[in-house]
């Protein structure tokens, strides 16, 4: 990532050739480097190594300890992450050849890589939060790629509002570790791999500000409506943001905080009504969206609620199968879907029509009577967007106001009204409330 960045800043056209080879030398080593490790670890039969790579920096009592752990959680999330960014880079070589934007995805992509790696092999929840924004910042990023157009960049800034609001809980739960625990370090507790100690933590409090971290990174209800707004970005980011990497970022983070689900049923009972409402929601809404995109966005929100569920159960080791398998199998189907749309349309040029589609047969459980009032249900996904927007976006978009004309009016009374330019000004932004 530094090394491209580096280029970038200092000559103007790098050729696409010279990109690729930086690009695929990083995450080819890196992808080589972690099966190294997994064998060196089972050979010599360890389970988990630790790397200290220092202190950061000491305030009091306060220390902020840089390390990576590499355990049977981390190891093959950082071997599968690795592979795909490559992967999905190798495709993106000749995708987005002779791209306008070409040099600027592959940074994009090569800051994703970095964060991902940063977040299942930090050591502690303090270095987990670092990678966890790089991967937010380049995700919403590239939701906005096409930003000639005004949707991709709409739907870029609600992506990372949502990342925003959500990372909330994450940095609020590593300051309440580090106020009650003194510290946010992964410890060897769990018996399975490295986890929190939860010897002197209010495991609810905790438990609950990592359960709305994970809720918008992978797009659980009620906070799932930016994933297929999402693919308005290049399909090859579709795949390895939304498809495999991203969105399961939430299981490792559950996964790797599990001793805090085992030490509260009521975390535990969260979790899985969680994946339970997102698992319902994505199979209902998918089943009627139009195009491939969506319908895989809504399919990869079903998987990610289905693993939420397994967590919460403590199938720990099924939940890791689970999300490499499904992030490898979800990642190429988003890669082959515009060749197959491509060649969907050839079959339907040669045969003289659209191509038969197979009734569903879930619908056919469903009395006939409530047939259309689930359809439409799913037609306005869920009518979540509609609750959020006037119960959530609307107040606070009043309150902004209201605050707004307070200060103008505070100014005023102190400075005398605007005049010139600035009065024109107020009163086009005055014009623009009213109507609004």
């Not at 399919?299 to 490499?324: D, K, N, W």
Request: proline fraction near 5%; glycine fraction near 10%.
């Amino acid at each position: 990532m530094l090394i491209l960045a580096v280029l970038l800043w200092f000559f103007d056209d790098v050729p696409e050739a010279v990109i690729w080879a930086v690009v695929a030398t990083a995450f080819g080593g890196a992808t080589l480097a972690g099966l190294a490790t997994a064998g060196g670890m089972v050979v010599h039969d360890v389970d988990e190594v630790r790397v200290p790579l220092g202190t950061w920096f000491s305030v009091g009592h306060y220390e902020f300890e840089v390390a990576l752990v590499l355990d049977r959680l981390s190891v093959p999330f950082a071997v599968f992450g690795t592979g795909l960014v490559g992967l999905v880079g190798a495709f993106s070589q000749r995708y987005l050849h002779r791209e306008a934007r070409f040099a600027r995805f592959f940074l994009l992509l090569s800051v994703l890589g970095a964060g991902v790696v940063l977040v299942v092999l930090a050591g502690s929840l303090d270095l987990i939060f670092m990678g966890w924004e790089l991967v937010g910042l380049s995700s919403a990023l590239l939701v906005a790629f096409f930003d000639h157009r005004p949707a991709p960049v709409r739907h870029g800034l609600r992506a990372f509002i949502t990342y925003r609001l959500c990372d909330a809980g994450l940095l609020s739960a590593v300051v309440w570790l580090h106020h009650t625990a003194g510290t946010s370090a992964f410890v060897d507790v769990s018996g399975q791999w490295a986890s929190i100690d939860v010897t002197h933590v209010p495991v609810v409090t905790a438990g609950l500000f990592i359960l709305l971290a994970t809720l918008g990174k992978s797009a659980q209800v009620p906070l799932g409506g930016w994933l297929p707004r999402a693919m308005e970005g290049p399909t090859t980011s579709s795949a390895i943001f939304y498809g495999a990497l991203s969105i399961h970022l939430g299981p490792y983070l559950l996964l790797r905080s599990a001793t805090l689900l085992e030490a509260s049923p009521w975390v535990a009972g969260a979790v899985f009504t969680i994946g339970l409402l997102t698992a319902l929601h994505g199979t209902v809404v998918g089943r009627v969206q139009s195009d491939i995109k969506s319908a895989l966005a809504y399919a990869s929100m079903t998987q990610v609620g289905v693993i939420f569920m397994e967590i919460a159960l403590g199938l720990r080791f099924l939940a890791l199968v689970h999300v490499v398998g499904h992030a490898s199998y979800r990642s190429l189907q988003i890669l082959r879907s515009p060749s197959l749309l491509h060649d969907q349309h050839n079959m339907e040029r040669a045969v003289g029509s659209a191509l038969p589609h197979p009734g569903g047969h879930l619908e056919r459980l469903v009395p006939r009577a409530l047939q259309p009032w689930l359809y439409r249900l799913a037609l306005e996904r869920g009518y979540l967007d509609a609750v959020l927007v006037h119960f959530v976006v609307a107040p606070f978009a009043r309150l902004a106001r209201l605050l707004d004309r307070l200060e103008r009016a505070w100014l005023s009374a102190f400075a005398g009204p605007p005049e010139g330019p600035r009065a024109q000004a107020v009163e086009t932004s005055q014009d623009i409330e009213a109507s609004s």
